[in-house]
Structure formats: structure tokens, C-alpha cells
């Protein structure tokens, strides 16, 4: 079974630039989720999704950043402009969603952002 | 009062010792608590999740939940060096938007 899939890996970008990450969550999982882990954090939710509707984005900074997932599948993450406190792994996860026992969260390899 | 809370460490144990890491958790209709693994650079990766009070086993892990105290604990028998990672506890609760909520994580370091 493939994982879920995130690229790019690794971005370097100059502050008030602009930048998109890419996530293709396991086939069949209708829930996914971003989120921005800071060095020595746990991971921070930005936004979930269930199928093509959020279900909570709450602690998304909606003034610069912006997320969709298009169809009920992959998903984007956009940051514009980027701030140096946006420097972070940002992680996408994806899960069955159905019940309390079906949340077990699979994480794709993570997009390392490093503003400058 | 953080929602989940665990000790930030970092734990240090021998090699073969028995590794015990805790965490708290403030809402009491939780229902699902998981514990991951993550590995320096990596991304978290689960270990097992807990939904009943009592104990679960896995292999060398098990995960002991107790609602009544509203703390979960994972032990690691027999650690070894590759046990050496941030282990994330992490709670769930379908009442609340269906998230988890995350605690900062415990780092553990087994000494050859």
C-alpha cells in the first residue's frame, strides 16, 4: 500500500515570498490533515479536511496561508507571503476518518520550509 | 492547563531497562489515545493506540490507560538504542471536531 506522498521535500524561500506544498494522502482515506511542526514541538493542526469539506481550521493563519483539497484527494498548502516564523516541517496525514478507532494517522515524509 | 501534557525530558535509560513515559490529559470525554514515534528528521510513525482502560500489549511496548486519573502511560521493556526517538502522545475525541490533540512530546535516549 503506498503512503502518503508530499513534495517538494525541502524549500528555501526569502521572506514575503510564496510557496506551495503538495499532498497525496493513502488511497481511500477520507480525512487529511496539515500540520506545521516547529523544531522541539509536537505537531500543530492548520487545517483538516473530510473529503473536500474542513472540518477545522481554526489555528490556520488565514491572512497568509490557504489550503484545498480539490475532488476529496490531494491537497495543497499555500503560504503568501511567508514570514520567518513560518521556517517549519509541515506534515501531511492522512486517515479512514470513520470512527474513534479508525483515527490512526499516517504521516507523509514532511516538507522542511526554511524562510530566509 | 495544557489540553495534553508530557514531560519533555529528554528520559535516559540503559540499554535493557524498561522505559516508562506518561502523559496527562485535561478532557475527560476522550475516547482514543495513541502513542507515535519520531525519529530525528522523520515524521511521527505509530506505535499503538488505546481505547479501553487497563493495559495493551505489543511486543515490547505496552500502553496503560486510566480514565478515572485521565493519564495514559507507554512502557518500553527491554529498550534498546534504536528505541533512542520524541514519542508523541496524542489524544482523540469525536466530539471535538474529530482531532487529536498532541502533546509536545517526550525524548528518549537508551544508552548502550
Known amino acids: 500500500e503506498a503512503g502518503v506522498a508530499q513534495s517538494p521535500r525541502y524549500k528555501i524561500i526569502e521572506k514575503r515570498q510564496s510557496v506551495a506544498f503538495w499532498c497525496n494522502p493513502i488511497?481511500?482515506?477520507?480525512?487529511l490533515y496539515w500540520y506545521q511542526q516547529i523544531l522541539g514541538q509536537g505537531p500543530k493542526l492548520l487545517i483538516q479536511f473530510q473529503n473536500n469539506g474542513v472540518v477545522d481550521d481554526s489555528q490556520l493563519p488565514k491572512d497568509r496561508f490557504s489550503a484545498e483539497r480539490l475532488k476529496g484527494v490531494d491537497s495543497t498548502l499555500k503560504i503568501q507571503p511567508a514570514k520567518l516564523e513560518d521556517s517549519a516541517v509541515y506534515l501531511c496525514a492522512s486517515s479512514l476518518g470513520l470512527a474513534a478507532s479508525q483515527e490512526t494517522q499516517y504521516f507523509g515524509p514532511g516538507t522542511r520550509l526554511l524562510v530566509l | 492547563q495544557k489540553e495534553v501534557e508530557q514531560n519533555s525530558g529528554p528520559l535516559s535509560v540503559p540499554e535493557g531497562a524498561i522505559a516508562s513515559l506518561n502523559c496527562t490529559y485535561s478532557d475527560r470525554g476522550s475516547q482514543s489515545f495513541f502513542w507515535y514515534r519520531q525519529y530525528s528528521g522523520k515524521s511521527p510513525e505509530l506505535i499503538m493506540f488505546?481505547?479501553s482502560n487497563g493495559d495493551k500489549e505489543d511486543g515490547r511496548f505496552t500502553a496503560q490507560l486510566n480514565k478515572a486519573s485521565q493519564y495514559v502511560s507507554l512502557l518500553i521493556r527491554d529498550s534498546q538504542p534504536s528505541d533512542s526517538a520524541t514519542y508523541l502522545c496524542?489524544?482523540?475525541?469525536?466530539?471535538?471536531?474529530?482531532?487529536?490533540?498532541w502533546g509536545l512530546g517526550t525524548s528518549l535516549a537508551v544508552n548502550p
Open positions: 496524542a489524544v482523540y475525541n469525536a466530539g471535538n471536531n474529530r482531532k487529536l490533540i
Open positions: 488511497s481511500g482515506h477520507a480525512t
Open positions: 488505546i481505547y
